[in-house]
């Protein structure tokens, strides 16, 4: 038997340049996120990222998202809402999944 997250969530496909398969994320579930290589794999990821998620909220709170207020050049935000519209998520859920992939990037490398 199949399992799936019991929280809502968005597919959305990964382009070739971000390796493709599907990117899943949880709306109602700040952070939590997953991929695979086709969508049976992204739902079976992302079942398991949610119940760690789950699991890391019931022992330490649930993570209190932040707001942020960004002014951005039209031409600019113009092109991001196109891009969520195409991907089918929201233009919050696609900030966030661009900012995680780029922070993550940005991370300091650990010296020995």
Known sequence: MKKYPKNKFELAPLSE???????????????????????????????????????????????????????????LHRELSSLAKAEGVSLNTLMVSILSRGASELKPRQHS
């Open 17 to 75: 340049t971000d390796g493709g398969g599907w990117l899943i994320t949880f709306p109602d579930l700040p952070g939590c996120m997953s991929d695979g290589d086709n969508i049976e794999e992204a739902i079976k990821n992302g079942t398991e990222a949610e119940a760690v998620w789950l699991a890391a909220a019931d022992k330490w709170g649930p993570p209190k998202p932040k707001s942020l207020v960004a002014r951005l050049p039209v031409s």
